[in-house]
């Protein structure tokens, strides 16, 4: 079992108090690297989400100034850096990444909470310089009211931040669902709330089964906004859900990040961020490149490139040194990585490096290896589906509208990439491109002092940036004669 001091229980946090499921069912975390079973957490249900909501409803009477919720941000920021080993120790050890990659995430985290106290003042009330009507016009920004926050395993705290952040900057309350795979990265952040000075019941922890929990979360009145991070399916889900209750719903949903390589760009210059970018998590992150299109004056030697860098990668434990990329989370996964790898070799594409395992039959060990691929036809399973694993399937085009036509045959909209030295295309492209995020000569992915969100399938919503300041307000105009 894990040991630290984070962790001395693992338990659900309702209303200022780590309790237990009412059941006492209790489900395991597993390590995906070793399959040990490192804690158990509890298996709640519908019961204790209501109790949640009804806990973060009563706080709402406690509301706090804006310069409390400033310093309240302005604390977490600095209790995630003083427990950014530890929260990053338990981050590998139940998702997998490497350890640096973990405590990167955690910094990345932070920057939300100290992002939102940086700009909290952007919700300050405002009075319109106009004067419709001879009238005085004042706006208010009011808390959205009780709001559930549904986070995805990939990352454990990243993307709690996300919301968090903006929640508490807002003055709302949340009832926080983390995934099952990945628990105690959450619990760890509950602990580092208890001291930051929120009032009684302003956040919650509930764990267990999505359905109940979500399905309470989507039904109860009190609850005004459901904020979601996963699947496509799952968040159109959540909105027929959420529909007869007319509370707002954001999503970031899922993605298939097309990354263009164009005859001018310079090549080791995109080799290098194509692996900054593919690699993190194994993979397993939604706005990493799934399709690379490179054109076909410069496909080999980019191929060649970025197969040489690839070669170098070390799988393993994450906890180890000198570990570059962690298991896969699941056997799911892994298998899904295979399946497209297989089935792109199959219509003829070759493979440059890696190899095709045997099918997983467990949910640990999941060591895929980092395969690229050359020559895979744009209708292979790897161009339709997002991959979510380390698998580089390189497609050639041979024009500047093929590949963007290309790059546009998804129905998804999250994050894109294209690598040139002409400013005028790049200029074009991004015009061209249906995603909410493109990258202009870097494989970065979001920032917290920016916003981010989909297009089409990809979801609505944002999160970052002054834009995700406003994601859990209510503006309350208040003309006065």
Known sequence: MIDSHLLPRTDGYIDGQWVEADSGERLDVTNPATGEVIAQVPRMSAAETQRAIEAATRSLATPLRLEDRRRVLERIVTALQEHRSEIGRILTQEHGKPLAEAEAEVDYAAGFFRYCAANIDALQPRILDEKPRGLSWRVFYRPAGVVGLITPW???????????????????????????????????????????????????????????????????????????????????????????????????????????????????????????????????????????????????????????????????????????????????????????????????????????????????????????????????????EETFGPLVAITRFSSDDEALEMANDTEFGLAAYLFTADEARAERAIRSLHFAHVGHNTGSGPAPEAPFGGMLQSGFGREGGIEGLFEFVEPQTVPRG
């Not at 719903?249 to 970018?277: S, Y």
Request: hydrophobic share 45%; aromatic share 4%; proline share 6%.
């Open 154 to 384: 990939n990352f454990p705290i990243g993307m709690i931040a996300k919301k968090l952040s903006a929640a508490i900057a807002a003055d709302c309350a949340s009832v926080i669902k983390p995934s099952s795979k990945t628990p105690l990265t959450m619990i760890a952040l509950f602990r580092v709330l208890e001291d930051v000075g929120l009032p009684q019941g302003r956040v919650n922890l509930v764990m267990g089964p999505a359905g109940p929990i979500s399905d309470c979360l989507c039904e109860h009145p009190a609850v005004r906004c459901v904020s979601f991070t996963g699947s496509t399916e799952v968040g159109r889900q959540l909105m027929e859900k959420c529909a007869p209750g007319l509370k707002r719903v954001t999503l970031e949903l899922g993605g298939n990040a097309p990354f263009i390589v164009f005859a001018d760009a310079n090549l080791d210059h995109a080799a290098d961020q194509l692996l900054a970018n593919k690699f993190r998590g194994s993979g397993q992150t939604c706005v990493c490149a799934n399709r690379i299109l490179v054109h076909q004056d410069v496909a080999d030697a980019f191929t060649e490139k970025v197969a040489e860098r690839v070669a170098r990668l070390s799988v393993g434990n994450g906890m180890e040194a000198g570990v570059d990329i962690g298991p896969l989370i699941d056997a799911k996964g892994f298998n899904k990585v295979r399946r497209h790898a297989e089935d792109a070799l199959q219509q003829g594409a070759r493979l440059v490096v890696g190899e095709i395992p045997d099918a997983a039959e467990s949910d640990w060990g999941c060591f895929y290896p980092p395969t690229v691929i050359d020559g895979v036809r744009r209708d292979a399973i790897v161009g339709c």
